[in-house]
Structure formats: structure tokens, C-alpha cells
């Protein structure tokens, strides 16, 4: 069966830092992958999306950046953390079109 | 622009007490409309796809609905453990949107005992 893995759970960084979120999946091959952000009693905001390794879609410009270097790996950059990069960051992924996504458990991301 | 709205926005239910949770939207021809549920601090977790007008499905309690215009979650005799927030999300035909969901803003469902 499929799963999708995501870490850290919570992490808390100081403004100007770095960011690496990590993402894998499990018993898929070239799933579509995702980056959603959901700010506090907000829905789900679009981030970035993957069709295949290398090939990365940004849905809204921001300080954030996506790669993808392998099949079932998707990562979330960052260069310098803002303030209003707090939030909570999910990955997800699907098996093609017309499909559900799978979403990963989340990581809560605070900025300080 | 695909365009999705969800209300209420909140609902306090007494167990037993079975109510409806409408999800308004519109979409450069639908591919797809998905029920999730999310937990507080979890991922959400999916419950159901319709994909054309008239269609229904069932898990437990809940039976999800579609229209042209809208769906529609039906939670029957709710209990407190259907406690959560209720999410719905459009897949739009266009080829290049890589499958993307565009999500409501959804419903958080308070049931008490």
C-alpha cells in the first residue's frame, strides 16, 4: 500500500534562516506531488506542483522554492525565512488525473 | 479562476442532530469534487469523490451529494467522534494544472454529546 511520509512534524526558526521540508512517498511510481499551505482556520493554498522528477509548477510567488530530485521525493526551500512564512505545510499526492490526493500529516512551521 | 465556498462556516450539533454542509462552486469544467476530513494538527484525510451530476456516496454517517453548481455533506445522527473540519476541494479538466485541487475554506463541525 501507499504512504507518504513528512517531517519534521513542528519546527520553529528563527526570521532569516533556512528552510528544508522533506517529503517521500512509498508503493507509487511517478505520483504527482504537492506543497499546499494551510494558514490557521483557512483552507489549503496551492504552493507548488510536480508532475515528474525535475518539473516543478509555482503556483504563487513567494520566498519559497520546490525540487523534486527524485521519483517519490519532493522538497520545500527556503533561503531566508519571513515572518509570514508561518503557517502549516502539507504535502500530498496523487496517482493521476481525475484522482484524490493523499496528504502527508503536516508540518507546523513557525517563524519567530 | 476556480472558485470554491463552503458554509457555514462553523456548526455546533447536538448528538443526533443531522445537518448538511454545502459546498458552492465553480470550475472551468469539473473533473472532479472530493470530500476530506481534517483533524486538528493532522493532514486531511479523504472521504469521497463525486464527479458528475446526481451522483452520491455513502461512508457511515455521511452521504456526499452533487449538483451542477454544488455538493452537499449530509452528516445523519452525528456522534462526537464527527467532530472535525470538513473540506471540499474541485479538480478542473485543464490538462496543465497538473491535477491540482482548489480547496474551500471549510466547515468546522463541533458535535456534542
Known amino acids: 500500500s501507499q504512504t507518504i511520509h513528512q517531517w519534521p512534524a513542528t519546527l520553529v526558526q528563527p526570521v532569516g534562516s533556512p528552510l528544508s521540508l522533506e517529503c517521500t512517498v512509498e508503493g507509487t511510481s511517478n505520483p504527482n506531488l504537492y506543497w499546499y499551505r494551510q494558514a490557521a482556520g483557512r483552507g489549503l493554498q496551492l504552493l507548488f506542483y510536480?508532475?515528474?522528477?525535475?518539473?516543478i509548477s509555482s503556483e504563487v510567488p513567494q520566498n519559497l522554492s520546490a525540487s523534486r530530485p527524485q521519483d517519490r521525493q519532493f522538497i520545500l526551500s527556503s533561503k531566508k525565512l519571513l515572518l509570514s512564512d508561518s503557517g502549516f505545510y502539507l504535502c500530498?499526492?496523487?496517482?493521476?488525473?481525475?484522482?484524490?490526493?493523499?496528504f502527508g500529516q503536516g508540518t507546523r512551521l513557525t517563524v519567530v | 479562476e476556480d472558485q470554491v465556498t463552503q458554509s457555514p462556516e462553523a456548526l455546533r450539533l447536538q448528538e443526533g442532530e443531522s445537518s448538511s454542509l454545502n459546498c458552492s462552486y465553480t470550475v472551468s469544467g469539473l473533473r472532479g469534487l472530493f470530500w476530506y476530513r481534517q483533524d486538528p494538527g493532522k493532514g486531511p484525510e479523504f472521504l469521497f469523490t463525486l464527479y458528475s451530476a446526481g451522483e452520491e456516496k455513502e461512508k457511515e454517517r455521511l452521504k456526499a451529494t452533487l449538483t451542477k453548481k454544488e455538493s452537499f455533506l449530509h452528516i445523519t445522527a452525528p456522534k462526537p467522534e464527527d467532530s472535525a473540519t470538513y473540506l471540499c476541494a474541485v479538480q478542473a479538466q485543464i490538462k496543465a494544472a497538473g491535477n491540482k485541487l482548489t480547496f474551500g475554506g471549510g466547515t468546522r463541525v463541533l458535535v456534542k454529546p
Open positions: 500530498a499526492w496523487s496517482v493521476r488525473a481525475g484522482t484524490e490526493a493523499f
Open positions: 510536480s508532475v515528474g522528477i525535475g518539473q
